[in-house]
């Protein structure tokens, strides 16, 4: 009920009005202040000057003569004015002549606001000269009564205020009651009339016939209603006639074969028929003011609007979604929309079918065409083009890729003594295999009978590396077709020849590869079957070496297979400062074999770990042997090479520690020799790992220095000790060469940072003797010694002993 009131048209005109004239009384009544404050502090000046210069020649006199009495009366004279409480003379020589002085007015509320308003001096004091006295002046002092002065201004003030707000509430309520009177009673009739015509009641005579606005409001008000009640029944038999068409409309919409959707642009749906009620799988109701894109999976609302902004009247646009009913089943449809224009409104029919059947179909047509129906594996037409995709991607980059070309051993002789029926499962059992077996973004095809052809499109960017992968994967596929198959209660044994064909050259096309793969393939036949062949010789020779290494490093080191030799490290005068452990492997059937034939390869597999922890377990144990039966005087530390991979796993420095406590050997009699590639690839780790070594009196090595990407940044931030400069450097040494050149530099860093050098590979007097001119005096290599067994050199100790 309050809301009500507030909105009446009166209540918001009386607010109205009442703020307006607030303001502007409260304006004008503060500009009036203001006025009789600027013309009072004129008439206070004024009277003040006036009062002082009616006295002034009395005050002059009395002091000339000094008559204290005519100075007393003086005073007093001016006390007797209301607008001063205080006021004494003072003659010539600064002493008080005469003072008179009352009480001022007590200060209130009004004397407050009166003082900030009038801000009144506290006293005046005008100077008075006497005659004949030119350097000293009198004065006259008068001391204002500021609460009488101002407590007259202040009251003026408030009544004028108080007559300002009643003068405008009186005024507020003169225009309440005329508007009342003349517009909000009027409406309110009006109001009510209307209210009385929509609920369909005849009523003659109008609420208000005056000859104003609001009289001809009322009347064209009126004919317009008349007018209205005249179209509304033509309009009614209108809709009755248009009825029975929309019906007859409508029953061909629900009939139809397919599902309807009328639209606007925006996607909202307004209207559908029963086939599109029944695709979905609801009512009318639940779809009508849905958007079109709920029930599509390809179409966003966005994108659907793009699409329907395309449309041009009257031409039908095909399309193809994928289709979302509201319990989330679905399927293809087929669409063909059209925009129509009715009542001027723009709208989307849509007529969708749908092509489940026909997507189904498509399906089948392409897994007959490009998969074999017995494996469901892709078939040569599909296989090809994949190879030629892969060619077209290869002749634009460096990878290398393979094609494996399968041909199962004596299938033949099951088929026949067993028959195709177990032949097939056979054949599906194979095919699971390889699919297991084979990498991501392979193609493992049949090409029908027993023949499988495997694609792998991207193996590695350099060639070697690609041919052990491959070898390695044609391993693994003869090792799962080795077990045994159980077919329809039989267990059968397959074997199978594999050839192999790299790619890409220039000259191949997928026919060529294809033939140099079954070439491969023959051979492998040729030499008994159950193998693998590549079709490149070099390859094949170089595959089945690093294959052979691979597997002989499992066994090597079961059978201990492996073992450690030492190299002294010695100075200028030939003492042995310490001795550096290096690894040797007596191969059963090819020999020793040095590190570079096969510590890469152990790093390629991941078996350098195991080698590693086999090389610092078996030369600290050395070491620990050495320290019980003495070691000669100036022997420092026992080197051991440390691999990247090995350096870098987690619990390196935790299984080092170990062992040394286990073996209570000293930390500082151990140096760890790592690369540079160590270093500049691992920064931030190695240095963490060092350090915490460090702290153990461990020591660090640079191998091989100046090889690789040197950086000046580790020698300056790591805990480094020595720098070994690389053989290929000390190579037929001469002063005058430009490998002198960089072990100046070398050896010049070390000094500055306070490292060691120690020269590898030495096998010359004519080196040694070079680099002891450029300042190195450790060194390690043939001419001094080779790497020799432990009880030789502890021998050789000895002896020098």
Known sequence: MINKVRNRIVFKQARFVLVISLLLGFVFTSLQLFLDLTQERKQLVADVDRVINSHKETAILAIYNLNKGQAFQLTKTLISLPE????????????????SRRLPLSNNYLVILGEALFKIPEKVETPLQINGVEHRVAKLVINFDSAYISS???????????????????????????????????????????????????????????????GDLVSSFASVWQERNQVAEQLYETVQELSKSEHFSRSLMDNAGDAMFLCKPDSEIVQVNLQAAQSLGGDKEQLLGKKLSCFSTRYTETSLMTLFDSFKAQKIVEFEDQQQGLGGAGGPIEARGIKLELHNQSYILIMARDISARKETERQIHKLAFYDALTELPNRRLFIDRLDSALQIHRSNANYGAVLYLDL??????????????????????????????????????????????????????????????????????????????????????????????????????????????????????????????????????????????????????????????????????????VEALIRWNHPDKGVLMPGDFISIAEDSGQIIEVGKWVLSNALQQLKDWISAGLP???????????????????????????MEELQVPGNMLELEITENTLVNNFDIASSKMKLLKLQ????????????????????????????????????????????????????TADRLGLTVIAEGVETLEECQALQAMGCFCYQGYYFSKPIAAKALYDTWCKAA
């Open 84 to 99: 001063i409480y205080q006021a004494f003379l003072v003659d010539d020589f600064g002493e008080v002549l005469a003072e």
């Open 152 to 214: 007259a201004f202040a009251q003026r003030a408030i009544t004028n205020l108080v007559f300002s707000l009643i003068y405008n509430l009186v005024l507020l309520t003169v225009l309440i009651l005329l508007f009342y009177r003349y517009l909000s009673r009027p409406i309110m009739s009006i109001s009510h009339w209307v209210e009385q015509l929509r609920q369909g009641n005849v009523i003659k005579k109008l609420p208000y016939t005056e000859a104003d606005e609001i």
């Open 409 to 578: 051993d004596r299938f033949k002789t099951i088929n026949d003594s067993l028959g195709h029926s177990v032949g097939d499962v056979l054949l599906r059992q194979i095919a699971e295999r390889l699919t297991d077996i084979l990498p991501d973004k392979s193609t493992c095809s049949r090409f029908g009978g027993d023949e499988f052809v495997v694609l792998l499109p991207q193996v590695a960017t350099q060639a070697e590396l690609s041919s052990e992968i491959v070898a390695n994967i044609a391993v693994e596929i003869l090792e799962k077709l080795g077990a045994p198959f159980d077919a329809c209660g039989h267990t059968l044994y397959c074997t199978a020849s594999i050839g192999i064909a790299m790619f890409p050259k220039q000259s191949e096309n997928s026919g060529d590869i294809l033939r140099c793969a079954d070439t491969a393939l023959y051979r492998v036949k040729a030499l008994g079957r159950n193998g693998f062949q590549f079709f490149d010789p070099e390859m094949q020779s170089s595959a089945m070496q690093r294959l052979d290494v691979e597997k002989g490093l499992h066994q090597a080191l079961e059978n201990d297979e492996f073992e450690l030799v030492f190299q002294p490290q010695v100075k200028r005068n030939g003492q042995m400062i310490g």
């Open 633 to 659: 005087e100036g022997f420092k530390r026992l080197a051991v090479n440390v691999s990247p991979i090995q350096f870098m796993q987690v619990d390196f420095v935790d299984h080092l520690v170990t062992k």
């Open 697 to 748: 009196g461990v020591s660090f090595s640079i191998d091989d220095f100046g090889t690789g990407y040197s950086s000046l940044r580790y020698l300056q931030y790591l805990p480094l000790d020595i720098l070994k400069i690389d053989r290929s450097f000390i190579i037929n040494l001469r002063l005058d060469s430009d490998e002198a050149a960089i072990i100046d530099v070398i050896i010049a």
